[in-house]
Antibody
Framework: EVQLVESGGGLVQPGGSLRLSCTASGLTEFSDHHMDWVRQAPGKGLEWVGRSRNKPNSYTTQYAASVQGRFTISRDVSTNSVFLQMNSLTTEDTAVYYC???????WGRGTLVTVSS | QSVLTQPPSVSGTPGQRVTISCSGSSSNIGSNYIYWYQQLPGTAPKLLIYRDYQRPSGVPDRFSVSKSGTSASLAISGLRSEDEADYYCAGWDDGLRGRVFGGGTKVTVL
């Protein structure tokens, strides 16, 4: 059974940083898959945050304009993990953050990030 | 304001067929695959349709998609109470160089 598990969420002050992790278990050829981060603010819709492309695409990353320059996605294939480093956080970044495989039906349960003083 | 436009809500009675539209542009739906997600209350989204028309294993064929030009629609046939959820369309946008989501459509089973 494939599972994606996010961790690292919590309460952080505006201007602070947080690093989220997403670890995949049971997913063969982790390096073959694009991995996306998506967030959902309370009571709102889904918003794409960014992507770690697969190995054939050299694990390149892309970001939404709203997080470009503040967030960084990285991947560790030895642990089947993808990370989201979030800096200069604002209250607008408060959301549940999900990781998921783009063309396979696997999503994590999400981790809540709350940015508040 | 979402790049992909969906109606905020649709409703139907059990057994009915409902459709959810998703309107975009030549830079997204018009030139890239569309994906559909279902989000039940309090849960993570679930992939319903990928690469325009493909259904992952376990998704019933009551869910079907049509696509033409810069628009697409998700149809739910034989509506059931367990279909009550939020539905999102999504796709890549070449101009924005990123993925875009519709605002979501809440399906209510009357």
């Amino acid at each position: 059974e494939v599972q994606l598990v996010e961790s690292g969420g919590g309460l952080v002050q505006p201007g602070g940083s947080l690093r989220l992790s997403c670890t995949a278990s049971g997913l063969t050829e982790f390096s073959d898959h694009h991995m996306d981060w998506v967030r959902q603010a309370p009571g709102k819709g889904l918003e794409w945050v960014g992507r770690s492309r697969n190995k054939p695409n050299s694990y390149t990353t892309q970001y939404a304009a709203s997080v470009q320059g503040r967030f960084t996605i990285s991947r560790d294939v030895s642990t089947n993990s993808v990370f989201l480093q979030m800096n200069s956080l604002t209250t607008e970044d408060t959301a549940v953050y999900y990781c998921h495989t783009v063309t396979l039906p696997y999503w994590g349960r999400g981790t809540l990030v709350t940015v508040s003083s | 304001q979402s790049v992909l436009t969906q109606p905020p809500s649709v409703s139907g009675t059990p057994g009915q067929r409902v459709t959810i539209s998703c309107s975009g542009s030549s830079s997204n739906i018009g030139s890239n695959y569309i994906y559909w997600y279902q989000q039940l209350p309090g849960t993570a989204p679930k992939l319903l349709i990928y690469r325009d028309y493909q259904r992952p294993s376990g998704v019933p064929d009551r869910f079907s998609v049509s696509k033409s030009g810069t628009s697409a629609s998700l149809a739910i046939s034989g509506l059931r109470s367990e279909d009550e959820a939020d539905y999102y369309c999504a796709g890549w946008d070449d101009g924005l160089r990123g993925r875009v989501f519709g605002g979501g459509t809440k399906v209510t089973v009357l």
